[in-house]
Protein backbone atom coordinates (compact mmCIF):
# COMPACT_ATOMS: atom_id res chain seq x y z
CA UNK A 1 0.00 0.00 0.00
CA UNK A 2 1.38 3.72 -1.08
CA UNK A 3 0.51 6.80 1.26
CA UNK A 4 0.51 9.75 -0.39
CA UNK A 5 0.96 13.21 1.62
CA UNK A 6 -1.07 16.70 1.37
CA UNK A 7 2.15 17.78 -1.56
CA UNK A 8 1.65 14.44 -3.64
CA UNK A 9 -1.62 15.02 -3.64
CA UNK A 10 -1.24 17.89 -5.88
CA UNK A 11 2.24 17.05 -7.43
CA UNK A 12 1.37 13.45 -8.66
CA UNK A 13 -2.23 13.47 -8.66
CA UNK A 14 -3.16 16.79 -10.07
CA UNK A 15 -4.78 18.16 -7.21
CA UNK A 16 -4.87 21.27 -6.66
CA UNK A 17 -7.83 22.33 -3.74
CA UNK A 18 -6.52 23.95 -0.47
CA UNK A 19 -6.22 21.61 2.52
CA UNK A 20 -9.08 22.80 4.03
CA UNK A 21 -10.68 22.53 0.72
CA UNK A 22 -9.90 18.81 1.03
CA UNK A 23 -11.42 18.35 4.52
CA UNK A 24 -14.72 20.09 3.55
CA UNK A 25 -14.77 17.44 0.92
CA UNK A 26 -13.91 14.83 2.91
CA UNK A 27 -16.45 15.98 5.92
CA UNK A 28 -19.12 15.80 3.07
CA UNK A 29 -17.98 12.10 2.25
CA UNK A 30 -17.21 13.27 -1.69
CA UNK A 31 -13.11 12.35 -1.35
CA UNK A 32 -11.27 9.50 0.43
CA UNK A 33 -10.54 10.45 4.10
CA UNK A 34 -7.09 10.56 5.00
CA UNK A 35 -5.04 7.80 7.12
CA UNK A 36 -2.97 8.42 10.43
CA UNK A 37 0.48 6.67 10.13
CA UNK A 38 1.64 8.13 12.96
CA UNK A 39 -1.42 7.01 15.00
CA UNK A 40 -2.02 10.38 16.49
CA UNK A 41 -4.99 12.55 16.41
CA UNK A 42 -2.89 15.12 15.26
CA UNK A 43 -0.37 13.53 13.11
CA UNK A 44 0.51 13.84 9.83
CA UNK A 45 -2.18 12.43 7.01
CA UNK A 46 -1.66 10.43 4.57
CA UNK A 47 -4.15 9.45 1.70
CA UNK A 48 -4.04 5.83 0.17
CA UNK A 49 -3.07 6.09 -3.24
CA UNK A 50 -5.24 3.21 -4.52
CA UNK A 51 -8.25 4.76 -2.93
CA UNK A 52 -7.39 8.43 -4.94
CA UNK A 53 -7.04 6.76 -7.76
CA UNK A 54 -10.57 5.07 -7.63
CA UNK A 55 -11.60 8.50 -6.63
CA UNK A 56 -10.61 9.96 -9.65
CA UNK A 57 -11.66 7.21 -12.10
CA UNK A 58 -15.34 7.37 -10.72
CA UNK A 59 -15.32 11.27 -11.26
CA UNK A 60 -14.18 10.77 -14.77
CA UNK A 61 -16.57 7.82 -15.56
CA UNK A 62 -19.55 10.29 -13.97
CA UNK A 63 -18.31 13.04 -16.00
CA UNK A 64 -18.61 10.70 -19.48
CA UNK A 65 -21.96 9.79 -18.19
CA UNK A 66 -23.36 12.87 -17.72
CA UNK A 67 -25.69 14.60 -20.61
Do not use: C, Q
Amino acid sequence: MRLLSFPELKSEKGIKYSRSHIFRLVKAKKFPAPVKPSGTPYGVNAWVANEIDAHLEARAAERETTP
